[in-house]
């Protein structure tokens, strides 16, 4: 009849082995586990919340049924062009500055005729532009003779309001931006004052590829008639 003291010894073994069976079953488990997750990988699978394999994003294009399609493919993956390019908004906004600065300076010297030409030849030849393209008339050019009054004015692009490109009527491509013009004014070679106004200015690009300004309006009133002088 065996002793508890050698009962004691026995059951101990036997816990001993049970654990060690344990522990290898589950080594063994995690080991199969990890191999199945390493063939999903590499099987092309992408995980809920990374990119597919082909480095698109994942998400599906088009109606949401999860079609990809290779039209899907082939659009998710590009940048949309922009409508202008860095040089084609420069050379928007100079033509804008050239022709609202050159509206705004004149001399009483000056001939309207000579004076309009170049000016015009940055337009589209709109009938409305034709008007704003003129020096003051009547009195108020007399006055300006009498006086030797002189103006000079100066424009600033303060910011693009729309920009469009209408490929059903291929009408071309137009940027309309908010300019502020200050026209400084003289008379007999001293300053009178000045005049700031916001105007909204629409250019609009030939087929040839050269700018034209095609309309203008008057954005905001301004400091109009304000005197540097008086410190306004």
Same mark, same amino acid.
């Given at each position: 009849?065996?002793?508890? =003291?050698? /009962? ?12 060690? &069976?344990?522990? %290898?079953?589950?080594?063994?488990? @995690? ?12 099987? !092309? ?9 082909? +480095?698109?994003?994942?998400? @599906? ?7 990809? +399609? ?5 659009? +998710?993956?590009?940048? $949309? ?11 928007? #906004? ?6 609202? =600065? %050159?509206? /705004? @300076?004149?001399? #009483?010297?000056?001939? /309207? ?10 337009? *589209? ?8 393209? =003129? ?7 007399? *006055? ?39 026209? @400084?004014?003289?008379?007999? !070679?001293?300053?009178? %004052?000045?005049? *700031? /106004?916001?105007?909204? $200015? ?18 905001? &009133?301004?400091? $109009? ?5 008086? %410190?306004?």
């Amino acid at each position: 009849m065996e002793s508890p =003291a050698e /009962n004691k010894r026995t059951a101990a073994l036997a816990l001993a082995v049970l654990g060690l &069976l344990l522990v %290898g079953a589950l080594v063994v488990l @995690t080991l199969f586990d990890g191999e199945d997750g390493a063939a999903d990988d590499a099987s !092309g699978n992408p995980s809920a919340t990374g990119a597919a394999p082909d +480095g698109s994003s994942g998400a @599906t294009n088009g109606s949401g049924d999860g079609k990809g +399609g290779a039209d899907g493919n082939a659009s +998710g993956g590009s940048a $949309v062009e922009p409508i202008l390019s860095q040089t084609e908004a420069a050379e928007a #906004h100079k033509l804008m500055t050239d022709y609202m =600065a %050159g509206i /705004n @300076t004149y001399a #009483h010297t000056d001939d /309207n005729a000579s004076w309009s030409e170049p000016l015009l030849a940055l337009t *589209t030849g709109d009938p409305g532009l034709k008007e704003e393209t =003129a020096l003051p008339t009547g009195k108020a050019w007399d *006055t300006c003779v009498a006086a030797e009054c002189t103006s000079r004015g100066a424009a600033t692009v303060l910011r693009d309001a729309m920009v469009a490109d209408d490929l059903v009527r291929d009408s071309g491509k137009t940027l309309s931006s908010q300019v502020r013009v200050t026209a @400084t004014r003289s008379e007999g !070679g001293r300053t009178t %004052g000045t005049e *700031t /106004n916001y105007w909204l $200015v629409t250019a609009q690009k030939e087929r040839g590829g050269t700018w034209r300004v095609s309309s203008v309006s008057l954005f905001g &009133l301004g400091n $109009v008639g304000a005197s540097d002088q008086a %410190g306004e």
